[in-house]
């Protein structure tokens, strides 16, 4: 199985901040990397799908990058609303898997 | 609305069985693939398990740790999606979502819609 790991695992950050977390896979996934979004007592929301497609209704300030094994998702000025877990996805091959988390915390 | 709802979660003991059902709403449910992802408390996601659509005959496929455990189908009529759990373990407690599939360029890039999650807890 591909092994996903983000870093930060948490980070704080301020209103307006700009913020970025990493995500990287034990292989080379091509470009097969989502993003989702997830608020306490909710089911993830897909961000941003295939590395840097944005998903309708997001907002611009989301951003994705990267292929093969380095990804990025950025932030480019935090909203409150922006305040929850992210978690990357492969589905370059199954099982599909999904990085640890990062808990997006108001500094 | 394109909704997916999920019920049949609660308490079982362990050794028990469960069945969980995902009412689909507002797409053609026999299009698409749908999954099963898992999320123990305070823990990440965990995929469980993926049916197949009617062109791909419904083949399903699991997760290593429920493999031979857990059963996923699917009544494409009821547009209905299941998962039967049998001989289950304290740790397969979680809150279970069921997911669509999102073709993208031909392959099923991301999950796009999902559920709102049912709680299942295995403890005697």
């Known amino acids: 199985d591909i092994q996903m790991t983000q870093s930060p695992s948490s980070l704080s950050a301020s209103v307006g901040d700009r913020v970025t977390i990493t995500c990287r896979a034990s292989?080379?996934?091509?470009?097969?990397l989502n993003w989702y979004q997830q608020k306490p007592g909710k089911a993830p929301k897909v961000l941003i799908y295939?590395?840097?497609n944005l998903q309708s209704g997001v907002p611009s300030r989301f951003s994705g990058g990267g292929s093969g094994t380095d990804f990025t998702l950025t932030i480019s000025s935090l909203q409150p609303e922006d305040f929850a877990t992210y978690y990357c996805?492969?589905?370059?091959?199954?099982?599909?898997?999904f990085g640890q988390g990062t808990r997006l915390e108001i500094k | 609305e394109v909704q997916l709802v999920e019920s049949g979660g609660g308490l079982v003991q362990p050794g028990g069985s469960l069945r969980l059902s995902c009412a689909a709403s507002?797409?053609?449910?026999?299009?698409?693939?749908m999954d099963w992802v898992r999320q123990a408390p305070g823990k990440g996601l965990e995929w469980v398990g993926r049916s197949r659509d009617k062109a791909n005959t419904y083949t399903t496929e699991y997760a290593a740790s429920v493999k031979g455990r857990f059963t996923i189908s699917r009544d494409d009529s009821k547009n209905s999606l299941y998962l039967q759990m049998n001989s289950l373990e304290t740790e397969d407690t979680a809150v279970y979502y069921c997911?669509?599939?999102?073709?993208?360029?031909?392959?099923?890039?991301?999950?796009?819609?999902w559920g709102q999650g049912t709680l299942v807890t295995v403890s005697s």
């Open positions: 507002g797409f053609t449910f026999s299009d698409h693939y």
């Open positions: 295939i590395a840097s």
């Open positions: 996805q492969q589905t370059y091959s199954t099982p599909t898997t």
């Open positions: 997911a669509r599939g999102w073709r993208v360029r031909g392959v099923i890039a991301a999950f796009d819609i």
């Open positions: 292989q080379g996934i091509s470009s097969y």
